[in-house]
């Protein structure tokens, strides 16, 4: 369906524009057990095969991958996918732009897919799409009952030689999800080891595979496990039958049922996805997870504002040059309201402290959210509230009402822990209740909301990440994970790895500090970060009292935005280095990041339209291998025809600001 906003352009966020047509064949073939689908390209092949077991192959350029897999759903005992039958196929092609209506990798995607559904006898429906970018797959079922029991799920992934893995091994379903992304053997993963997801695959020729989910609703996450094979077994937690509070937050499962979920008869399920990369660069402008997510629920997104956070935790409140006590206090967050205000930040943090633990609407005596609130609204900085997931739980409706009745712009939710079946729904819930009052979602404490961003916009980045938190007690965040994380965990959707470390050391030279923390690899290494990493609700994490001593690293950190109209790969390799550039309106900004080794890299500005422009560009200094907080900015002209060559050093990094030449 075709149609035309009032300044002319074609629609294609609700009324999707169709580029090429649909088309449907639906055809009974007697005794017919093999389908095969191909992406639009060619290059992506699914091969399905239904004699006496549902199983699929991917093949990449010829290339078997995935050699096959299997794939049941126990529904109340039935065995979906077991001894199917046919009764029609349906194919399918579309191809349409969309637009986001908060952009992370691109202002526009385009979506061109190639549709297999099978109905089978038994009420139930499977579906395959082959894309471009990958391939996924899904269970419909229109069974008569109102409500029905998943007792299992089969997700094995028979991959066709012993591939290695980037896997985020996990201790239990109780998990914030901040994991490495180890690198090890599939064969070495065994069926005690336990991941969560993405898990990226490392297929040889440069090809990797991330596995993922998508559209998860009313039903539980996506887990895996090996089985000491060439094999990943999908694995979900179960549904909870009794819990225990620990503190105010940590609610564990103390008795779970032998089902995964308790859900309606007639629905879709969520899609099981292989994300495809002919090389790793790939990955980074893979949106899959994106597309098979179910379309904005929000009607209304004019008010979604992205942007940056003065961000309070990481730095402990602990400003200095001041009149009065740092803390969390009043004046304290009027001081990082200035701080945000002189610098056009979008929004400040109220993190742990604001409210006496277990009830949020007992503010601590310290501290007047509406003074704050009125007196950020003066400044046009806005206030997002920290909040325990059980807590909010528990008095949802006044606590968010109150909030709004402040004037409070969002909400940050942690410690939630679990994706189980009730977990997942109450980030829809929150997510939802807080459409209704306007208000902006960020949750720590887990992953799987990264995947929800398109179907709650509102919902606007997630944590679920190794971040540079982990600086204040360890040695985690270190280069070379920095430098996976963009292949690995950002496929998914937005992270909040909090970056902006203003003190910056080396490996030799690094120690974790609680209260006055440090970032390991150089001052750059941190600036890139925000050119490469997506989130956009984008924290500044250090003290605003150390960005006030830095006024030439907030020319760059001031103006820099939190989502793209474009994003280009200038190189990357996974677990060693990347660079992109991406563009907002008429400004590109670059980034390059390299993991412990120092390295020199080109960038050809092709990309850049004809004229000439200004670039201020910030690079790891002459003794940055020594003091990682060394470097320096350098201003130049460039074009479309400069390339440039780009030294850094041990942990380092290069950002650039490209805009039109004055």
Same mark, same amino acid.
């Given at each position: 369906?075709l149609?035309?906003?009032?300044d ?29 689908l ?19 192959s ?31 196929p ?49 269970? *419909?079922?229109?069974l ?14 028979n991959?066709?030689?012993?591939y ?13 999800? *901040? ?5 090890v ?11 969560? $997801? ?5 297929a ?8 993922a ?22 694995v ?22 032998d ?16 994300g ?15 597309l ?83 007196y ?25 009402d ?55 916009p ?21 280069p *070379? ?10 496929? $998914? ?17 690094f120690?974790?500090i ?5 970032s ?32 030439e690293?907030?020319e ?9 109209d ?47 422009f ?24 460039v ?24």
């Amino acid at each position: 369906m075709l149609g035309k906003c009032s300044d002319g352009r074609w629609k294609c966020a609700r009324i999707a524009v169709v580029l090429a047509a649909l088309f449907c064949a639906a055809t009974t073939i007697s005794g017919q057990s093999d389908f095969d689908l191909s992406s639009p390209d060619g290059r992506v092949q699914i091969k399905v095969k239904t004699l006496g077991r549902l199983s699929y192959s991917v093949l990449f350029k010829g290339k078997t991958l995935v050699q096959d897999a299997t794939a049941t759903m126990t529904v109340d005992k039935a065995v979906l996918g077991q001894d199917p039958k046919v009764i029609t196929p349906h194919r399918r092609s579309v191809e349409q732009q969309l637009v986001a209506p908060v952009a992370q990798k691109s202002a526009r995607i385009h979506e061109h897919f190639a549709e297999l559904r099978l109905e089978m006898e038994g009420d139930y429906t499977v579906v395959f799409r082959a894309y471009n970018e990958g391939v996924a797959y899904r269970f *419909e079922t229109s069974l008569p009952r109102s409500e029905v029991k998943i007792y299992a799920e089969e997700v094995n992934l028979n991959f066709a030689s012993n591939y290695s893995v980037y896997y985020p091994k996990e201790e239990s379903f109780f998990s914030h999800n *901040e994991r490495e992304f180890g690198y090890v053997s599939l064969k070495s993963i065994t069926p005690q080891t336990l991941g969560s $997801v993405p898990v990226v695959v490392d297929a040889g020729d440069g090809i990797k595979i991330a596995v993922a989910d998508a559209d998860v609703e009313d039903y539980p996450g996506l887990w895996f496990r090996g089985n000491s094979g060439n094999s990943l077994a999908g694995v979900f937690p179960p549904f909870p039958l009794k819990e225990q509070l620990t503190r105010d937050r940590d609610l564990r499962v103390t008795q779970a049922a032998d089902y995964i979920a308790v859900t309606r008869g007639k629905r879709t399920f969520p899609w099981r996805l292989l994300g495809l990369a002919e090389k790793d660069g790939d990955l980074l402008t893979n949106q899959l997870v994106y597309l098979l997510a179910s379309p904005s629920q929000v009607e209304d997104t004019s008010w979604i504002k992205p942007g940056k956070v003065a961000w309070d935790w990481w730095n402990a409140n602990n400003i200095y040059n001041v009149p009065f006590k740092s803390g969390v206090n009043t004046e304290t967050y009027k001081y990082f309201i200035d701080f945000a205000s002189k610098y056009g930040i979008q929004y400040i943090i109220l993190d742990e402290g604001w409210y006496k633990l277990g009830n949020l609407l007992d503010v601590v005596p310290e501290m007047n959210i509406a003074e704050l609130t009125e007196y950020g609204r003066q400044k046009k900085v806005g206030i997002i509230l920290w909040v325990v997931w059980k807590t909010l739980d528990d008095q949802l409706e006044p606590a968010l009402d109150q909030f709004q009745k402040w004037g409070v712009k969002g909400i940050k939710v942690d410690f939630m822990q679990r994706d189980d079946q009730p977990v997942i729904n109450f980030y829809h819930k929150i997510s939802r209740e807080a459409a209704k009052r306007k208000m902006l979602v960020d949750f720590h404490g887990a992953i799987r909301p990264a995947i929800m961003t398109r179907t709650w916009p509102n919902l606007i980045s997630t944590e679920g990440v190794r971040g540079l938190e982990q600086s204040k007690w360890s040695k985690y965040a270190e280069p *070379e994970h920095d430098v996976t994380l963009p292949f690995s965990r950002m496929f $998914v959707g937005p992270m909040d790895y909090t970056p902006g470390a203003m003190v910056n050391a080396q490996k030799a030279s690094f120690v974790p500090i609680f209260e006055q923390p440090m970032s390991q690899g150089t001052r750059c290494h941190q600036l890139a970060m925000y050119v490469i990493y997506e989130s956009p609700l984008q924290m500044l994490a250090d003290n605003p009292s150390n960005y006030l001593r830095e006024p030439e690293v907030m020319e760059f950190l001031g103006p820099v935005p939190t989502v793209w109209d474009e994003t280009r790969v200038v190189d990357a390799r996974m677990g060693d280095y990347v660079m992109m550039a991406r563009r907002s309106g008429r400004d590109w900004y670059l980034g390059a990041m390299t993991d412990w080794t120092p390295r020199e890299l080109s960038a050809d500005l092709s990309f850049l339209p004809e004229g000439s422009f200004q670039m201020d560009a910030y690079q790891d200094g002459v003794n940055s291998d020594r003091h990682g907080s060394d470097y320096l900015k350098v201003r130049s002209r460039v074009g479309r025809t400069t390339k440039l060559k780009i030294k850094m050093s041990a942990g380092g990094g290069w950002a650039a600001r490209i805009y039109p030449a004055p």
